[in-house]
C-alpha cells in the first residue's frame, strides 16, 4: 500500500489482515482515507486484542505468534478510525471457532486451563457450548475483528 500514490481514487479499500503488520497505524488509516474517494469505504480485517482464545491461551495462542506488532480492540480501533477521519464506523467480531481453538489446544495438551474451563470442556453439552461462542461474538470478544467505515466528505487533515 506504500508504493500507491493519489488521492481519491477507489470508492472501496480492503485490508485482510494488513493492520498488525503496519509500521505506524495512523499513518496506515491515513493513506487508506486519501486513496478512498469521499463518501467511500474502508474494510479492515485484523485481530482483536481482547479475543477469547488469544487472552485464554497468552503465548501458546497462534494470533501471539509470529509475532505481531499491533493489537487493538473494537474500542481502540475505532479511536484509530474516527482520529483518521472515519465516520459511521461498524466494528465486529463475527467469530465461530474461538472455543474450539481453545477446547482443542487443551485436548492436545498445547495449554493448560483453570479449572473452570476444563469444566466446562469435560461437562458442557454441544449446545451449551455454541451458547458460549455465540455470547464470545455477539459481545466483541472474538479474536477477530471487522471494521467498515465510511471517508467523510469533508477536507480535513489527517493528524
Same mark, same amino acid.
Request: with cysteine; proline share 4%.
Given at each position: 500500500m506504500e508504493e500507491i500514490e493519489g488521492e481519491n481514487l477507489f470508492d472501496v479499500v480492503v485490508c485482510f489482515d494488513l493492520l498488525p503488520h503496519a509500521f505506524d497505524p495512523t499513518d496506515?488509516? $491515513?493513506? @487508506?482515507?486519501? &486513496?478512498? /474517494?469521499? /463518501?467511500?469505504?474502508a474494510f479492515v480485517t485484523t485481530l482483536n486484542g481482547l479475543g477469547f482464545d488469544t487472552l485464554v491461551m497468552g503465548r !501458546?495462542?497462534?494470533?501471539?505468534s509470529p509475532p505481531h506488532l499491533n493489537f487493538f480492540n473494537p474500542a481502540s480501533l475505532g479511536t484509530l478510525l474516527q482520529k483518521?477521519?472515519?465516520? $459511521? &464506523?461498524? @466494528?465486529?467480531?463475527?467469530? !465461530?471457532? +474461538?472455543? +474450539? &481453538?481453545?477446547?482443542?489446544?487443551?485436548?492436545? $495438551?498445547?495449554?493448560r486451563l483453570e479449572k473452570w474451563w476444563q469444566t466446562v470442556i469435560r461437562y458442557a453439552n454441544p449446545a451449551a457450548k455454541a451458547k458460549l461462542q455465540g455470547w464470545i461474538s455477539s459481545n466483541n470478544f472474538s479474536s477477530y475483528m471487522w471494521a467498515i467505515a465510511n471517508k467523510t466528505t469533508k477536507v480535513q487533515k489527517n493528524v
Open positions: 496506515f488509516f $491515513n493513506k @487508506i482515507n486519501a &486513496i478512498t /474517494k469521499p /463518501k467511500g469505504w !501458546e495462542s497462534k494470533a501471539i483518521c477521519g472515519f465516520v $459511521n &464506523i461498524a @466494528i465486529t467480531t463475527p467469530g !465461530e471457532l +474461538d472455543w +474450539d &481453538i481453545v477446547e482443542s489446544a487443551f485436548l492436545r $495438551n498445547e495449554i
